[in-house]
């Protein structure tokens, strides 16, 4: 089992910043990638970034460019961030992070990210 923690959400203003985090704690050998998805009403669920065990990144096409995703591993836990810069009002949405480990995924409880214009 994988338990996935998140923070770091809240509102701010257009044009502002967030980080995200989410701490990775359990059974972490063996997990493949990382990453945060995010779900604004009405919407499905989509991939905002995501960071693979040897550290290459994917970027939805929306925030490429204003966001980056980076990782710190240490011993009992691994730690994902999303910095998010430039933020807009279509940024607004439930941000959940993902882990995938062997054949299952792990969710996160969603962090929600309000972005005012």
């Known amino acids: 089992q994988v338990q996935l923690m998140e923070s770091g959400g809240g509102l701010v203003q257009a044009g502002g910043s967030l980080r995200l985090s989410c701490a990775a704690s359990?059974?972490?050998?063996?997990?493949?990638?990382m990453g945060w998805y995010r779900q604004a009403p009405g919407k499905q669920r989509e991939l905002v970034a995501e960071?693979?065990?040897?550290?290459?990144?994917?970027?939805g096409d929306s925030v490429e460019g204003r966001f980056t995703i980076s990782k710190n591993s240490a011993t009992n836990t691994v730690t994902v961030y999303l910095q998010m810069n430039s933020l807009k009002p279509e940024d607004t949405a439930v941000y959940y992070c993902?882990?995938?480990?062997?054949?299952?995924?792990?969710w996160g409880q969603g962090t929600q990210v309000t972005v005012s214009s």
């Open positions: 359990g059974s972490i050998d063996s997990i493949y990638t």
């Open positions: 960071i693979l065990s040897g550290g290459n990144t994917d970027y």
């Open positions: 993902r882990a995938v480990r062997r054949k299952f995924y792990y």
